[in-house]
């Protein structure tokens, strides 16, 4: 086997950087999950809770492949990382029909995209780095894609409640 003409540090780093994103990302599919329990879309977020984590299973296994362990930072700040997806500042109310929740599902999207941009830029790698998996950083890259389709279909199929008229209130009290 060729040795690998990839900084070995900087992709290090660069997995691990992802994998502590990965633990917020996670908490913040569950606290959408909570936004949309109750409703027809709760086991589509249940689903998609589910589907990133099996992915983020798969970069420990791949970082595991490549002796890449958590660095030290990335240790310390993995609890905040937790806590900022546990506390949901997107949508703090966890209301499904309110504005916050479309900020929510697009940053949901936005993450989103970040992990299929790691698949792909691993998948760029490969003629250099011969220990990636071709076969698993594809499938990575094809799991990535349908979520956020589905997260895009869920948004298009609801957003027409998040901004139908509604009623306001003043300070006081009085409609407005």
Not at 66 to 82: E, H, T
Request: proline letters at 5%; aromatic letters at 6%.
């Amino acid at each position: 086997m060729a040795p690998s003409t990839i900084d070995q540090d900087t992709l290090h780093r660069y997995l691990d950087r992802h994998l502590l994103g990965s633990e917020s990302g996670l908490d913040h599919f569950k606290a959408a999950h909570g936004t949309w329990a109750g409703t027809a879309f709760e086991e589509r977020f249940e689903s998609l809770h589910q589907q990133v984590k099996a992915d983020q299973e798969d970069l420990k296994k791949i970082m595991a492949t490549l002796g890449c362990s958590p660095r030290p930072i990335g240790k310390l700040l993995a609890p905040v990382a937790r806590l900022a997806g546990k506390a949901n500042p997107f949508n703090p109310l966890r209301q499904h029909t309110q504005a916050a929740a479309q900020v929510q599902l697009d940053v949901l999207t936005g993450l989103l995209n970040a992990k299929l941009r790691m698949w792909q830029t691993l998948l760029l790698m490969l003629p250099h780095e011969q220990r990636l998996d071709r076969a698993l950083l594809q499938d990575l890259s094809r799991r990535a894609d349908s979520q956020i389709k589905q997260l895009v279909a869920l948004s298009d199929e609801t957003w027409a409640d998040r901004f139908a008229p509604q009623e306001h209130h003043d300070g006081d009290g009085h409609s407005r």
